[in-house]
Every structure is written in C-alpha cells, then in structure tokens.
C-alpha cells in the first residue's frame, strides 16, 4: 500500500505551488544524496526552477508523507493479519490524508490492554448488549434480567457491562470521531487557572491565573507559555466546549446519537441516549481534549521552531565588519573583564584580563593597558559583549578612547549568546588548547563581529538565543530546521576554501565533519589550495562530494579566476564560451556588467545548460563571489542611559533588534534588559508579521512608552507618531491583546485524570 514517488508529488506539488513532474525530479535528487542549496542553485533545469524555500518545503513533508505510507502500511498488514480486511476498510485506510484518521480507522483492531467492554463480554453480557439495539421499544432493564448469573450480580451490574460495550463502540466509529473533533476545533475554549497557593511562586505566569480563550486563536506563543506554567505546576489547563449550551443534550451527545440512529422510539432509545451522554463525558471529551491538547503544541512549536529559524537566519546573515584587526572583551564585574586580540583573518594575536570594577577597582591600570595594545596591534574595532557589566565596559572603554590619540577605534556592543558554550566546546578546545576557558569567550566576541556566520557556526543553534521557548519544543525538529539554515545561510555567502574552520567547510553543501576536517588537514599539510580541483587530493573526497560542494567554496587570487565565484566548475565551458564572445581577457571582463549585459544569453544554451543556468553565470560574472549580506553599520546607545531605571516616557533612542517574535521585535537599548516594540507599534499601518518591518541584527530607533522596573518589561514604539495614536494592549506573555470575551472569572475546574493523561499524552509526542 506504500505510495509511490509520483503519486506523493501530486500531493507535495499543490503545497509548494509546483507541478508534480517537478517534485518528481526533486525527490529523485534528494534520494541521490544531492543537498537543498545544490538542487536551487545548479539544477534548475532539473526541477524547473524550484527554488530553495520550496525545496525545503518539499523535504519536510516528504518526510512527513513517508511516514504517513510507512503507517498506512502497518496498519493494513495488522488489520489483515486479524483476517478483519474489507474492501472498504481498504478503501478508507488508502484514502487517509492524515496520521490521526489513520489512527481513528485502527483503534477497533489496535491491540489494547484488556478493557471493560471485554471484560463485559467475557462476562456473556454482549448478547445484552444487542439486544438492546436490536429493539429499541424495549426495556433495558427487563432484558438484562436474564444476564443476572454467577459473574453478573444484578440487573444494575448487567446493564453496566453492557454500557461499556456500547460506548466502546461509540467510542472506535471513526467517523464519529472525525466529526467530534471538528466539532471541538471548533468551538473549544482553553481554560487557564493558577494552582491554589502558587500564587506568588508563579508571578512570571499571572497573566494566565484566570485566563479563557478560544482554542482556535490561541497563538503560538501564548500556547507555550501556558504550557510551560503548567509543566511548572503553577497552573491547571483545561479544554472544554459547549459550556455554555443551556440545553439538557449537549449538542456532542446529539451528533453521538445521529452517527447511530438513536431516537426518542421507547426506554432503550431513551437509555442508549443517556450512555451517549456517558460516553462523551467520561471517554470522548477526555481523550479528544487530549487531541487538540498535542494539536496546539504541535501548532504552537511550528510557529516558535519557524520565528526562531527566521531570526537565526538573519542573524547569520547579518552584515559582516570585515577583515580588520578586532579586541574583543568579555564584561565581569569581580571575574574582570576577559580581552583577546585577533588580527583582520581571525587569528589569535594576544590575550589578557583587566580588573576596572569592584573589588580591585583599577579603572586607570585597565585604561593604559586597553589603549597600550590598540596601538601594539593597530586596533581598528572593539566588540563589547552585551552580558553583565558590557555598559560599564563601554563607558570605560569611550572614557580609554577619549585620551587615545589619533584615529580611534569603532566600539561596538555585540551579543555574545553562546560565546560561554563555545568556550568550554570541544572544538573551542581544539582551536585553543592551551587558552584558558574564559578567554576563548572574548575570541568569539571578536571574531563574530568580523563575521557573525564564520563565527556563529561554531555554536550549537539552539544555543545562539534568538528563538521563543526554544527549550519547550520537539528537539529533533528544533534541530532539523536551525540545521536546514545553517546550512543555506552558509552557501549563500560561499566559503573561502583556504581560511575557513572545519565547523564552517562541515556546514558546506555535501561536506560532512569528517571530511571538512581531512581538508583543513590537508591545507595545513600542503599549504593553500591553488584551484577547486585540487579538492579531489583530499582523503576521502570523491567526485560525488566535489559535485556538491565545489560551487560553494573560493578560492581568491587562485590559479583559475572562477575559483573565485559562485559558478559550478562543470559549467567552466559555458563561462569561458561567454568571456570568449565578449573578445577579451577572463580577468578583465569579470566584473564589466555593461559587456556581459549586452549578450543574448540563449546563444550559450547547450544540451547540458539551459537557459536558467546560463543567466545565474552572466550574473556571477558581473558580480563574481558577491556577498549577500548587507554593509555593517552599529547602533549608538544613548549616553547615561545604562539601567532600566534610567529609561523615561517618551525617550527617543538607537537600539539593535535582538529577536523578532510572533507578537513583536525585542530590541536592545542598553540597559541589560531588551525592550520590547508590540507587532502594533511596528509601523503606523496594519503589521501583519512583524518580518516585514524588522529582522534580527536591524539597527532602528525606538520611543519608550512604557516601564515595568519590578517585571523588567520595557514597552517601545516604532511609530512615527510615538505610540500615541495605539494604546499599550493589555498583554499575556508580552505581547497578547485580552479579549475581554474570553476573560471571565472562574473558579479553578479539577483537572484529575486529564491532568495526569495530558502529562502521559504531551510525554509521547
């Protein structure tokens, strides 16, 4: 029953806006082991021009789907195995489009532990339980009289019994379950409660203490924060619907009666409708909640694991300061503040610690030394860590620059997230072996100023801080999506072949560790690479790998110019064929857009190239190994503006954005604590996502509207009017606007069993 390619890419293709041939041909090349950024780039003839957002789309359902075939599989073998196979039942598993009615299809054949209704019809009481369907004029109780034996004490026990066997049958109908569950998609509510005397314990979750919303709205980010509170046992999580119905049948208990004919026809109607009722509320409702329960954090961590994959993208991505000679300094406030010198290629030139702050208080002795190795290594640019103590790291390095005569350096705070576990990281201790731990901290401060992408991919993803509830998410999927861009952020840029870390030439279309590290190996053993081609000296580099990775490295001033730029060596013909009609040197024409601009690029087309291909080489050439980043610019923090106390109402000033969430921008102003600018204060018009004001790494300026000392929340504005034209919304989790709808108050509901089986469900994701 295992679906083939084709028939998954009728599927995948209406998803990601392709035709199915494309996806055909795009699965055929992920099978081979070809990479996401390699298929965009030089194969687009292949899968016409999918490019590499619809690519990954196309991966991460591809898998999905495969799962879902490997499970329809299993499921059709087991129901066979029984020897219960219809051809409808067939029919219905084939047609599936999802895990959960694949799952509802099997729970009457899912081997269960033994369960009451088994129980019961151990205990004879299965023919009870027909009969009473059989005759719905009939007397349940009259009939269960003759079911009273040895195993069955009473009337009461016999119609018991056979209430467990009808609602298991209730509860195993999948197409009752299918319309339950759009039902309670529909209409539920999530309740929210703070667990009685958590009160204090659990302040950072009081916007959730009394909280009600509509499951369907509830957002991602709101989602997380509750269950985590609930994790945390200061709150209680409820899933209800039809609260609010008057009506003594619940409108759940009519479409349970509906799915089996169950009308007001005598007492057995009458009593098959109370066990419907039954049913729903101690089975249904139950597990179904449960349902929508995974539902909503499966949701909430789609949307946290795609802002977090946004945000590190476009800090990879952020503007490089370039090749110049860098101190960096790691701010401590009794530890000292850690200091490391490295010169315009990264390399480590010296190191020290200074002692400016309390206890030792030698603010001058810090100062004399600071500027007496700017001079020592002509030091064009300072990177601040923006940890504990980076302000008044700052004040004293601008008081050192004041005095320091001549051209000054540029001082600029970075974030220094994930510069601690790059310290005590193996491969911080392969690169300095004998530097102290602390002090590798303040070489990645630097060196991420120079090139936050050279840097930064020495650092697990999920350590780099730009995401919402990072720790709360399904962590293989973390992972999987922080990898995906890592991994085209990083062939985006191009990688030089001759100065690059084995973690960055690892992150390189169709290298693996192993083999980035053989080729820094190799490097370091024969010296600089001269061309691409002599990549296939490397131990255990084959062609396959050169094929996927060659086009991504560069080698500049190398023995051939288009080592040098982003075109594929097997398309080399192409180019020269290119350059040869333009009558001059290759050296000269690169870079010249006005000759290359004046070909027709059609007349280069050949059975290999087509005209996509030809277009992306002209392009290179004009702009050979042109960096897709943006020019480096900083942010000025306002001076004697370090604490959050210091902040007034209505300030105006210069901030970087840090993280960019569901609900808004957080920017760092320089108080140690970053300010946050609601999606409705982005811009003065509508902001749907706020990625389509600002991205992490933007330099903007903001007005303060609002400050929270004791909560550490600090309200901003983008809007050119200061805010005032948008009230501060009343917010849950920074940044929710209170439907006053849905904010009653009630008292807190038990959760019981719920409690404990959504502890066991959320455990099984």
């Not at 205990?123 to 009273?148: K, N, S």
């Not at 504990?388 to 390095?397: A, D, Q, W, Y």
């Amino acid at each position: 029953m295992v679906a083939d390619n084709r028939s998954l890419a009728v599927v995948i293709a209406s998803e990601i806006n392709a035709r199915p041939d494309q996806v055909v041909a795009a699965v055929g090349l992920l099978d081979e082991g070809a990479t996401v950024p390699f298929i965009a780039r030089y194969r687009k003839e292949v899968t016409g021009g999918l490019d590499d957002t619809q690519l990954r789309n196309l991966a991460e359902r591809l898998v999905y789907l495969r799962e879902l075939e490997a499970r329809r599989s299993s499921i059709a073998d087991s129901i066979s195995g029984q020897g219960k196979m219809t051809d409808e039942l067939s029919a219905r598993i084939a047609k599936a489009t999802t895990k959960a009615e694949l799952e509802d299809l099997y729970l009457p054949y899912k081997p269960k532990r033994r369960t009451r209704a088994e129980i019961a019809r151990e205990r004879g009481l299965g023919p009870l339980a027909e009969a009473i369907w059989g005759d719905r004029a009939a007397d349940p109780a009259r009939l269960a009289q003759a079911y009273v034996t040895g195993d069955v004490a009473d009337v009461k026990a016999a119609l018991e019994g056979a209430r467990d066997i009808v609602a298991e049958t209730f509860s195993e109908n999948a197409d009752l379950l299918g319309k339950l569950r759009q039902h309670m998609r529909a209409g539920a509510v999530l309740k929210a409660r703070v667990v009685d005397g958590k009160q204090e314990q659990g302040a950072k979750f009081s916007d959730y203490f009394d909280h009600t919303e509509r499951w369907a709205n509830v957002p991602g980010h709101r989602a997380l924060a509750m269950l985590r509170g609930w994790n945390e046992e200061f709150l209680t999580l409820s899933i209800e619907v039809d609260q609010d119905d008057p009506s003594p049948v619940k409108p759940a208990q009519r479409m349970i009666a509906a799915a089996f004919d169950i009308r007001d026809r005598g007492a057995a109607d009458r009593w098959l409708l109370e066990v419907a009722g039954w049913t729903w509320r101690v089975k249904l409702s139950v597990s179904l909640s449960l349902d929508l329960m995974r539902e909503m954090r499966e949701r909430a961590e789609e949307d946290a694991i795609h802002v977090f994959a946004r945000n590190l993208k476009d800090l990879l991505l952020a503007a490089p300061a370039g090749s110049r000679s860098t101190m960096g300094l790691d701010p401590g406030i009794r530890t000292g503040v850690k200091v490391a010198i490295v010169d315009g290629t990264g390399k480590l030139l010296d190191t020290t610690t200074v002692y400016p702050f309390p206890p030792r208080n030698d603010v001058r002795g810090t100062q004399a030394e600071l500027a007496a190795l700017v001079r020592k290594h002509n030091v064009e640019l300072i990177s601040i860590g923006n940890g504990t103590g980076s302000r008044e790291t700052e004040r004293l390095v601008a008081d050192m620059l004041t005095n320091l005569p001549g051209a000054k350096p540029t001082k600029v705070i970075v974030s220094e997230a994930g510069a601690s576990v790059y310290s005590a990281s193996e491969t911080a201790a392969a690169e300095f072996p004998q530097l102290d731990v602390s002090l590798r901290g303040a070489v990645s401060i630097a060196r991420r100023l120079q090139d936050p992408l050279a840097e930064l991919v020495k650092i697990e993803p999920k350590s780099i801080g730009v995401g919402q509830y990072q720790h709360d998410v399904d962590q293989n999927k973390l992972s999987r999506s922080l990898d995906a861009v890592v991994e085209d952020a990083v062939n985006a840029v191009g990688v030089d072949l001759n100065t690059a870390s084995a973690p960055l030439l690892s992150r390189v279309s169709g290298l693996s560790r192993s083999i980035a590290e053989a080729i820094v190996i190799h490097r370091d053993q024969n010296g600089p690479f001269q061309s691409r081609r002599e990549l296939l000296k490397v131990a255990r580099l084959g062609n396959r790998t050169f094929e996927q990775a060659a086009g991504f490295l560069r080698i500049p001033n190398g023995k051939e110019p288009l080592d040098s730029s982003a075109v594929h060596p097997e398309a080399y013909g192409v180019a020269k064929k290119i350059v040869a009609a333009c009558g001059r040197d290759l050296r000269t024409v690169m870079g010249d857009s006005a000759a290359l601009k004046a070909l027709d690029p059609r007349q280069f087309i050949d059975e290999q190239f087509g005209l996509p291909t030809v277009k992306d080489i002209i392009s290179e050439l004009e702009k050979p190994g042109r960096d897709p980043r943006p020019s480096f610019k900083t942010a000025t923090f306002a001076d004697g503006i370090d604490e959050i106390g210091d902040l007034k109402i209505g300030m105006l000033l210069e901030g970087t954005v840090t993280n960019v969430a569901a609900f808004g921008a957080f920017v760092d102003i320089g108080v140690h604590q970053d300010g946050l600018v609601h999606v409705s204060q982005l811009a003065d018009r509508f902001v749907k996502d706020p990625h389509d004001v600002v991205k992490a790494g933007d330099v903007v300026k903001v007005r303060v509207v609002e400050v929270d000392v004791k909560r550490k929340r600090i309200a901003l504005t983008m809007r050119k009017d200061g805010g005032e034209a948008a009230q501060p919304p009343q917010t849950g989790d920074r940044g929710k606007p209170a439907n006053p709808k849905f904010m009653k108050t009630e008292k807190p509901s038990e959760q019981g069993a719920f409690g404990a089986a959504l502890a066991e469900a959320l455990k099984k994701r």
